[in-house]
């Protein structure tokens, strides 16, 4: 069982530059989320998704576009790379009932933007 | 808006002896609560949640944690700390009406010294 799996692991970009982050995840779970971690700062919601078609922001969207055309995809869209964007994203998944929920979470993406 | 806080930066422990992350909230509504762990270069991994019923709730690796509403905290405590505890531990809410709008502090880590 894969649980959620998040691509590339490592990535540099230079300023200006697009790309897109990628996630899967094989639970069928219909809840999934983006994070940033930063120093000191925790991990910061960027976007969610209850469904496929629909997606929310969290409490940093900006830069950033995501879609949710499937149960299982979830990718992140930088639109145009900036140095504020270099830290470690999460991507996260949860069963949407209240007894089974957690979030289980990818290994990671470490993202530099020079 | 919901928060968390998670006042110590670090804890330091000596293995044997019992330890506690404090956690405090703040949401609308009803809390849902959560503590989650990160190793070195890993996602986060659940230890366990408080969404109703008794206060105190056991988790994985045999720690616990104690829902206070009137203090609005959940701490982290485990009896006899291990050397291998020795991780970022993140404490985290969502109000219960939310649609999975989680919130996480800021983190704690834990070093237990031999």
């Known amino acids: 069982n894969a649980g959620v799996t998040q691509t590339p692991k490592f990535q540099v970009l230079k300023t200006g530059q697009s790309m897109t982050l990628q996630c899967a995840q094989d639970?069928?779970?219909?809840?999934m989320s983006w994070y940033r971690q930063d120093p000191g700062m925790g991990l910061r919601l960027i976007h969610y998704?209850?469904?496929?078609?629909?997606?929310d922001q969290g409490e940093v969207p900006n830069g950033y576009n995501v879609s949710r055309s499937t149960t299982e995809d979830f990718p992140l869209r930088l639109l145009s790379a900036a140095p504020s964007q270099t830290s470690v994203y999460f991507c996260?998944?949860?069963?949407?009932?209240?007894?089974?929920?957690?979030?289980?979470f990818g290994s990671g993406t470490q993202l530099s933007v020079l | 808006a919901q928060s968390v806080a998670q006042p110590e930066d670090q804890v330091n422990v000596a293995e044997g002896n019992p330890l506690t992350v404090k956690c405090t909230y703040s949401?609308?509504?009803?809390?849902?609560l959560f503590w989650y762990v990160q190793y070195p270069n890993r996602g986060l991994q659940f230890l366990l949640k408080y969404i109703t019923g008794d206060n105190l709730v056991k988790g994985s690796y045999g720690f616990e944690a104690e829902f206070n509403k009137s203090q609005t905290s959940f701490h982290l405590k485990k009896p006899s700390a291990l050397v291998s505890d020795s991780a970022l531990y993140f404490c985290?809410?969502?109000?219960?009406?939310?649609?999975?709008?989680?919130?996480f502090g800021t983190g704690t880590k834990l070093q237990v010294i031999p």
């Open positions: 998704s209850v469904g496929a078609g629909i997606t």
């Open positions: 996260a998944s949860s069963p949407r009932t209240a007894t089974n929920e957690k979030l289980f």
């Open positions: 985290a809410v969502r109000d219960s009406g939310g649609y999975q709008k989680v919130t």
């Open positions: 949401v609308s509504g009803n809390p849902y």
């Open positions: 639970m069928n779970h219909e809840y």
